[in-house]
C-alpha cells in the first residue's frame, strides 16, 4: 500500500507561481511513475503530468505548454510540481496518484490517490 500526501496548494494571482509537492510513503518500490492530475468543479480529472524513475521520463498534458515543471526527490520520495504563469483556469484540486506502467497518462491507470491539494488562480 502507498500512501500519498499533496500540499502546496493556495491562492495566487494570475501570472504568479506555486510548487506543489506529493510526498509518498509505504510500498512506493511497486510503482513504475507518479503522475499529478488536476478537477475542476463539474469536470472530469485530467492529466497534468507524470515522472517515471526506470527510465527517466517526463511527460505534461497539452495545455501546459511550457508552464510546469514535475521532478523528483528520490530521497525524499517526494514528487514536485512547479507551476509558473499560472492562469485562472488552471484553479482545481490537484491530486497525485502512481502507476506500475512507467509511461501512462490515462487517469484509469493510477492509483493510491492523495486528498488532493486546491490551487485558486485568481484574475
Known amino acids: 500500500q502507498v500512501r500519498l500526501t499533496e500540499s502546496g496548494g493556495g491562492l495566487v494571482q494570475a501570472g504568479g507561481s506555486l510548487r506543489l509537492s506529493c510526498a509518498a510513503s509505504?510500498?512506493?518500490?511497486?510503482?513504475?511513475?507518479m503522475g499529478w492530475f488536476r478537477q475542476a468543479p463539474g469536470q472530469e480529472r485530467e492529466f497534468v503530468a507524470r515522472?517515471?524513475?526506470?527510465?527517466?521520463?517526463?511527460s505534461y498534458g497539452s495545455f501546459v505548454k511550457g508552464r510546469f515543471t514535475i521532478s523528483r526527490d528520490a530521497a525524499k520520495n517526494t514528487v514536485y510540481l512547479q507551476m509558473n504563469s499560472l492562469k485562472p483556469e488552471d484553479t482545481a484540486i490537484y491530486y497525485c496518484?502512481?502507476?506500475?506502467?512507467?509511461?501512462?497518462?490515462?487517469?484509469?491507470?493510477?492509483?493510491?490517490w492523495g486528498q488532493g491539494t486546491q490551487v485558486t488562480v485568481s484574475s
Open positions: 509505504g510500498r512506493t518500490f511497486s510503482s513504475a511513475a
Open positions: 515522472i517515471s524513475w526506470s527510465p527517466d521520463s517526463t
Open positions: 496518484g502512481t502507476t506500475s506502467t512507467w509511461w501512462e497518462s490515462r487517469v484509469d491507470q493510477y492509483r493510491n
